[in-house]
């Protein structure tokens, strides 16, 4: 069914980088408009001026754009609903504030903090300021009108509050959790305006999800708790409120909510940034957060961004908690990166060697060297590691690996296969070519295979495993490999 002029929004707070939750929120949303043929908004939350980090706003652009979720319409476009900032909208939000205080939803408030800790000292810390309690505190409900006309006019500090009703119900369907009911005694009266002249998260994000003409409210399950607050916004302003879709929680694999110190403990990283500058594949974290909460209902795995936009249906997004399992990112990631061309991860395989101080040789050489290597490892930053060798000449052997292949009559063996490649030069020293003499070698000596191939391996690269050996030894080069080889009969002789 495509519902006509499906309208969402991705509405972080630029309070720090972008976090993978934040960033399956802006995935579910841009696929539910994706699929409905609706607009995908992005507005940026800034009203809260203490926790602005700078940077943050940028940080979230970028990070959208390398997953491909570019907004249709968001800070810098022109999308007819602008603008896209909420701290360029205060004036929207202080004449809806004054005409919920005029219909008599909302009253002005003029006790200072002090007094409000005194009258929590007073009741205990179950106080709230609510229906029960205003009546003794200072505001517009309980001062004379002249004496509020007077209070305002001489700049004295207030805020504005939303006038909760009392033993109210507040019922909604939520698309992911089903029917949802809170008692409006459980909620105090929201601030709507802080004494800055500013709006707190609750007002401006109900005016601006109404004016902007939001159909859908798709966003995580911590601001369920909100809900309820909105839904009493949109019922004071005589507003049909947004269908609503609160995603579940994304979970630790060691059980509980996915905090920083979960998930550094278990070698998560969930700033989006991290998977960029560890040079992740975007299609593989896109696949991996649509199915953090979410399935096609089928065996699949497997989607590209353009097929999630065909398959995805907010009615399959489950209740429970969604667990982070990082060997099944690493697994997208090496699906992903195994179908890329090596010639396009040049750049990345580049910034990761330097990060190791790696020289990584021209791009033909490189190139060759991802090429091998592209089966053995699940992300980029692995190729320092799993290919040191094609980098710089082992200085070490494993040890394990020598005590395996070193044997008595090892140096023997491998100075015959020297004498034999040596003879190989420029466009012969090839492969096939270097398979063939190691036959040649192992077939007059009569012994296995292994006999040459195990110390050639640790003389070339080191360790005991690896790519294919003569491929190795083909993009290494001559030279290299016979130094290599060299020197290893040396440090090993004995
Ligand atoms: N600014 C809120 C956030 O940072 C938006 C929550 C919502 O989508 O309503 O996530």
């Known amino acids: 069914m495509t519902i006509s002029q499906v309208r969402v929004r991705f509405a972080p707070s630029p309070t720090g980088w972008l976090h993978i939750g934040g960033l399956r929120t802006a995935l579910y949303n841009y696929l539910f408009a994706r699929r409905n043929g609706g607009t995908f908004v992005l507005r940026i939350e800034d009203t809260d001026q203490k926790r602005y980090v700078e940077g943050a706003e940028a940080d979230i652009l970028e990070s959208l754009r390398w997953a491909g979720l570019e907004a249709d319409e968001g800070p810098g476009s022109n999308g007819g609903y602008g603008p896209y900032r909420q701290s360029e909208r205060s004036e929207l939000y202080r004449r809806y504030a004054a ?32 229906a029960i309690t205003r009546n003794k505190m200072k505001n517009s409900l309980t001062l004379s009108e002249a004496e509020v006309q007077l209070r305002l006019s001489s700049g004295e500090p207030y805020v504005i509050r939303l006038m909760v009703p009392v033993g109210d119900t507040v019922a909604f369907e939520d698309m992911v959790r089903g029917k949802v009911r809170f008692e409006a005694s459980e909620i105090d009266d929201q601030v709507l305006m802080k004494s800055d002249g500013l709006p707190t998260y609750h007002l401006a994000n109900v005016v601006d999800d109404h004016e902007m003409g939001i159909t859908h409210v798709i966003r995580g399950e911590e601001w369920l708790p909100s809900a309820p607050k909105h839904m009493l916004l949109y019922r004071a302003f005589g507003w049909t409120p947004p269908v609503m879709a609160h995603l579940p929680l994304i979970m630790s694999p060691a059980g509980g909510k996915l905090s920083k110190r979960k998930a550094e403990e278990q070698g998560i990283m969930v700033n989006v940034r991290d998977y960029i500058q560890n040079h992740y594949e975007a299609q593989a974290l896109v696949n991996f957060l649509a199915f953090l909460g979410w399935n096609p209902g089928d065996e699949r795995e497997l989607f590209t961004l353009e097929e999630l936009c065909e398959v995805f249906e907010l009615d399959r997004v489950s209740k429970s908690g969604a667990v982070f399992n990082n060997d099944k990112l690493s697994w997208y990631n090496a699906h992903y990166l195994r179908a890329r061309n090596p010639e396009e991860l040049l750049p990345a395989a580049r910034a990761e060697l330097a990060k190791h101080g790696m020289e990584a040789g021209d791009d033909a050489f490189l190139a060759g060297a991802i090429g091998l290597l592209l089966e053995r490892i699940e992300t980029l930053a692995q190729l320092p590691e799993a290919g040191a060798f094609f980098f710089k000449a082992p200085e070490q052997y494993d040890e394990k ?17 020297l004498a034999e490649i040596s003879g190989l030069g420029g466009a012969a020293f090839e492969a096939a070519a270097l398979k063939a003499a190691l036959m040649a070698v192992i077939e007059k000596a009569g012994v296995g295979m292994g006999k040459l191939m195990l110390p050639v391996r640790l003389a070339v690269t080191g360790v005991g495993g690896g790519p294919d050996l003569f491929q190795t030894m083909q993009l290494l080069g001559r030279e290299e490999v016979l130094g290599r080889i060299g020197s290893a009969v040396q440090k090993l002789a004995d």
């Open 401 to 417: 690996a020598v005590k395996k292949a070193w044997k008595a009559d090892t140096a023997d063996l491998i100075n015959t296969y």
């Open 99 to 130: 005409q919920l205080v005029e219909s008599g939803h909302a009253y002005y408030a003029f006790d200072t903090q002090e007094e409000i800790e005194a009258a929590r000292e007073a009741v205990g810390e179950t106080f709230k300021y609510d």
